[in-house]
């Protein structure tokens, strides 16, 4: 799996947008980029989950520049419940290979916060 | 929206004594996962199921650890003696399918501290 890079920590207001970056210069042709969520005391949650270009669903979005090398995560207009710590785990998207469970191998994530 | 449920939320031990924690998975859902999260650290993997086999298992996953799905609905992890560094969050998560790419659903966990 490709490696992952993303800062620790940010820090943001309520109703600022906030980006996190992750880098994977390593990333191979079929890998895709997942972003999780984990409040503290939860299990980690999907985020999203691209290939290329931009997707956009109810929760965030993630761009994926040409070269997929890196790929930002954009949470529009944070608020207080938003803290949380976000991973961008990168892997191959398989078809059911009829019993060959994918593990995910999390990083430490970038623990954001968002102050008053 | 359908979830993952797990029990106890909190588990209290001995260092020595055997313990059950339980999953319920989704219901359409065939994959399944156990990963455990010691307090500050990175969620670990532990072991995936499918089609009452396990698939794979981690460094982690000794002897002392086994799994079952003792009926249709519920899921297990066993310690069988713990000890005192098995204490951490342990997550139990399903997936419809068994790619990378298909969304596991995690539960809320399992606080397990062994004295």
């Known amino acids: 799996l490709a490696k992952t890079t993303q800062p620790i920590s940010m820090d943001s207001y309520e109703g600022q947008e906030v980006n996190i970056t992750c880098s994977h210069n390593n990333i191979a042709t079929n890998d895709y980029i997942t972003w999780y969520q984990q409040f503290p005391s939860q299990g980690p949650r999907f985020i999203i989950q691209g290939y290329k270009t931009k997707v956009t669903n109810e929760v965030a979005s993630l761009f994926i520049p040409a070269d997929r090398k890196s790929s930002t995560l954009s949470l529009p207009r944070v608020s207080l419940s938003d803290t949380a710590v976000y991973y961008c785990l990168v892997g191959p998207f398989r078809e059911d290979s009829g019993g060959s469970n994918y593990k995910l191998t999390f990083g430490k994530g970038t623990l954001l916060t968002v102050n008053p | 929206e359908p979830e993952v449920t797990q029990t106890p939320s909190h588990q209290v031990t001995q260092m020595g004594q055997e313990v059950i924690l339980r999953c319920v998975p989704i219901s359409n859902h065939l994959y399944f996962y156990w990963y455990r999260q010691i307090l500050g650290q990175k969620v670990e993997f532990l072991v995936s199921f499918y089609n009452n086999e396990i698939s794979e298992k981690s460094e982690i996953f000794d002897d002392q650890f086994s799994v079952e799905r003792p009926d249709g609905s519920n899921f297990t992890l066993k310690i069988r003696s713990t000890k005192l560094e098995d204490s951490a969050m342990y997550f139990c998560?399903?997936?419809?399918?068994?790619?990378?790419?298909?969304?596991?659903?995690f539960g809320p966990g399992t606080r397990l501290t062994v004295l």
């Open positions: 998560a399903s997936s419809e399918r068994a790619g990378w790419g298909d969304t596991q659903y």
